[in-house]
C-alpha cells in the first residue's frame, strides 16, 4: 500500500518530519534526570494502565543514533524533540546536570550530522517533582522558573536548533491536567485550572522572550486542536460545541495572537484567575514566527444540567483508531484554514503533530499497518486543500516515530511508524514507515 501524495506535490521547502517527547521516549531513569510528577502520577494506584511508567520507555536515551538513522533512512527532514526540565535541572532550578545538558548537545550534534532539521520543545509535560512541591503551574513564579530553565538549556543548543517552541499542548497542560485530572498532577478543580491555563501563556510568553534575547529565530507556539461538532441540532448544543472550542482551542490562541481570551471560557474561569491576569498579555503575545497545530480527531458535545461547563462527550458515528478516536481528517482542514484567517494571520503553519494509535504487531518480520497509511493519506489530503486555499503550510510532522509510552494509557497505544517491543526494544519499521520514505524520496 502506498501513500497518495509524494513529496513533488507539495510546495518547494515543505518539511516532512516526525515527532516524539523526552519522557515518552528516553529512558527517564538514566542520566541523573531528576524526579518528575509524572513518576509520582504513575506510582498512584488508579492513575496509569498498569501503573507503568518512562524510567526506561524506549531506551532512547542509549539507541538514539540508531533512531536517528531511521529517521534519516525514512527520507524526512525534520525531527522534532523535547528537552526534559528534569534531566538538565533536577530539581527545576539551581545546579544543571552535566551529563543531561551533553545529552541534548550530542542529539543535537547527531541530527546535523544525519541533515535533519532539530526542532526543539522545551516542555512536554514531565515537570520537576521539586517545582511541583511548590505548586507546579498553579504557582505565577513557574513564568520565571521555565524562563530560567530556557536560559540554561538554549545556551547550549540554541546556536544550532532549527526551531524551538516552549511548550507542547497547553491545553493538556491546563485543562488535561487540572480539570479532568487525567494527567499529571491529575487535580479536578476549577482554580487551579484557571491558573494552569493563564500561567502556560505567561510561560510560554517567558521564554520566547528569553530566546530572543539569547539571539535565537524560528520560534513558535504549539497547539493541540480538537473539532467540536455539536451532538444534535438544539441551540442548546451549538452553544455547548462553541464552549468546547473555547477552552479548547480559541483560550490559547486568543491570548497568544489577539492578547485576550474568549468571553464564553472567562464566565466559567473568570472567577478563578490569578490577581492582574490581564495585566500579562504583552508578555505572554510576545511575537513568535510561526504556528504549531496538533491534531487528531472530533469531539461531539452534548449539553448537560450539571455546573459549568454543563455539557459532556458522547460517542460519535465515526470510523475510531485505538485511542476510541474518531478519524475526521475535514477537522484539520478546519483548523488550518480558521488558524490562518483569525490568528496567525499570514505567519507560516505547521502540523506539529498527526498520526494514530493501533495495536500494530509485528508478522514475519513486518508490521502492516495499512490503517496507519489510509490515515495519514487523509490528513495529507486535508493539508493539501488548505493549500489549495492559500493557508501557509510549511510542513507536516508525523507523531509519532517510535511506538513510545502514551501517559496514563501506558504502552499499548502504539502511535510509531517504527515498531518497538518493549521487552526487546528492538525496532521494526512497519508498513507506513516503508511508504512514506517511499513517498519523500528526494
Ligand atoms: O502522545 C501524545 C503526545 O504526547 C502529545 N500529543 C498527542 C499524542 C497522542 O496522544
Given at each position: 500500500m502506498k501513500m497518495i501524495y509524494t513529496r513533488?506535490?507539495?510546495?518547494?521547502?515543505?518539511?516532512?518530519?516526525?515527532?516524539?517527547?523526552?519522557?515518552?521516549?528516553?529512558?527517564?531513569?538514566?542520566?541523573?534526570?531528576?524526579?518528575?510528577?509524572w513518576d509520582d502520577f504513575a506510582a498512584t494506584p488508579g492513575n496509569v494502565v498498569r501503573a507503568e511508567h518512562g524510567a526506561r520507555a524506549c531506551d532512547h536515551y542509549h539507541r538514539w543514533t540508531e533512531d536517528f538513522d531511521l529517521i534519516a533512512d525514512a527520507n524526512l527532514d525534520v525531527y522534532r524533540f523535547s528537552t526534559s526540565w528534569a534531566r538538565v535541572l533536577p530539581d527545576g532550578r539551581g545546579t544543571p546536570n552535566a551529563e543531561g545538558l551533553d545529552f541534548y548537545d550530542r542529539l543535537v550534534d547527531g541530527l546535523l550530522e544525519r541533515g535533519l532539521k532539530p526542532a526543539a520543545t522545551l516542555y512536554h509535560w514531565e515537570?520537576?517533582?521539586?517545582?511541583?512541591?511548590?505548586?507546579?503551574?498553579?504557582n505565577r513564579d513557574i513564568a520565571g522558573w521555565f524562563g530560567d530553565y530556557t536560559d540554561v538549556i538554549m545556551r547550549r543548543i540554541g546556536?544550532?536548533?532549527?526551531?524551538?517552541?516552549?511548550?507542547?499542548?497547553?491545553?493538556?497542560?491546563?485543562?488535561?491536567?487540572?480539570?479532568?485530572?487525567?494527567?499529571?498532577?491529575?487535580?479536578?478543580?476549577?482554580?487551579?485550572?484557571?491558573?494552569?491555563?493563564?500561567?502556560?501563556?505567561?510561560?510560554?510568553?517567558?521564554?520566547?522572550?528569553?530566546?530572543?534575547?539569547?539571539?535565537?529565530?524560528?520560534?513558535?507556539?504549539?497547539?493541540?486542536?480538537?473539532?467540536?461538532?455539536?451532538?444534535?441540532?438544539?441551540?442548546?448544543?451549538?452553544?455547548?460545541?462553541?464552549?468546547?472550542?473555547?477552552?479548547?482551542?480559541?483560550?490559547?490562541?486568543?491570548?497568544?495572537?489577539?492578547?485576550?481570551?474568549?468571553?464564553?471560557?472567562l464566565e466559567g474561569l473568570g472567577p478563578h484567575m490569578p490577581a492582574r491576569w490581564d495585566e500579562d498579555f504583552d508578555v505572554i503575545g510576545a511575537p513568535i514566527d510561526w504556528c504549531g497545530i496538533n491534531y487528531y480527531t472530533r469531539k461531539l458535545i452534548a449539553p448537560d444540567k450539571g455546573p459549568w461547563p454543563s455539557h459532556h462527550e458522547v460517542p460519535g458515528p465515526l470510523p475510531k483508531t485505538a485511542m476510541e478516536w474518531e478519524i475526521y481528517p475535514e477537522g484539520l482542514e478546519f483548523f488550518l484554514k480558521r488558524t490562518h484567517a483569525e490568528y496567525s494571520k499570514g505567519l507560516p503553519i505547521y502540523v506539529t503533530e498527526n498520526g494514530m494509535a493501533a495495536p500494530d504487531t509485528v508478522i514475519d518480520g513486518a508490521v502492516p499497518d495499512p490503517h496507519r497509511i489510509d490515515y495519514l493519506n487523509a490528513h495529507l489530503a486535508a493539508v493539501q486543500?488548505?493549500?489549495?486555499?492559500?493557508?501557509?503550510?510549511?510542513?507536516?510532522?508525523?507523531?509519532?516515530?517510535?511506538?513510545?509510552?502514551?501517559?496514563?494509557?501506558?504502552?499499548?497505544?502504539?502511535?510509531?511508524?517504527?515498531?518497538?517491543?518493549?521487552?526487546?526494544?528492538?525496532?521494526?519499521?512497519?508498513?507506513?514507515?516503508?511508504?512514506?520514505?517511499?513517498?519523500?524520496?528526494?
Open positions: 513533488k506535490d507539495f510546495p518547494d521547502g515543505f518539511q516532512f518530519g516526525c515527532a516524539t517527547s523526552s519522557y515518552q521516549i528516553e529512558g527517564h531513569g538514566f542520566g541523573g534526570a531528576g524526579r518528575t510528577h515537570l520537576p517533582s521539586a517545582l511541583a512541591d511548590l505548586g507546579g503551574w498553579r546556536d544550532r536548533v532549527w526551531s524551538a517552541a516552549p511548550i507542547n499542548e497547553p491545553w493538556c497542560v491546563g485543562w488535561l491536567s487540572h480539570f479532568l485530572g487525567h494527567h499529571a498532577p491529575g487535580l479536578r478543580d476549577i482554580r487551579a485550572t484557571a491558573r494552569a491555563m493563564h500561567h502556560v501563556l505567561l510561560a510560554h510568553g517567558t521564554a520566547i522572550s528569553t530566546m530572543r534575547g539569547l539571539g535565537m529565530g524560528n520560534l513558535g507556539g504549539v497547539f493541540n486542536m480538537e473539532y467540536a461538532a455539536p451532538a444534535d441540532d438544539s441551540p442548546e448544543a451549538a452553544s455547548a460545541a462553541k464552549l468546547y472550542d473555547g477552552y479548547y482551542n480559541r483560550f490559547f490562541l486568543s491570548g497568544v495572537f489577539h492578547k485576550t481570551y474568549p468571553d464564553e471560557v486543500s488548505a493549500l489549495a486555499d492559500g493557508v501557509p503550510v510549511e510542513g507536516y510532522f508525523i507523531w509519532s516515530l517510535l511506538d513510545n509510552y502514551e501517559w496514563a494509557l501506558g504502552y499499548e497505544k502504539r502511535f510509531g511508524v517504527v515498531h518497538v517491543d518493549f521487552d526487546s526494544l528492538q525496532r521494526t519499521p512497519k508498513a507506513s514507515y516503508h511508504a512514506l520514505k517511499a513517498a519523500l524520496t528526494r
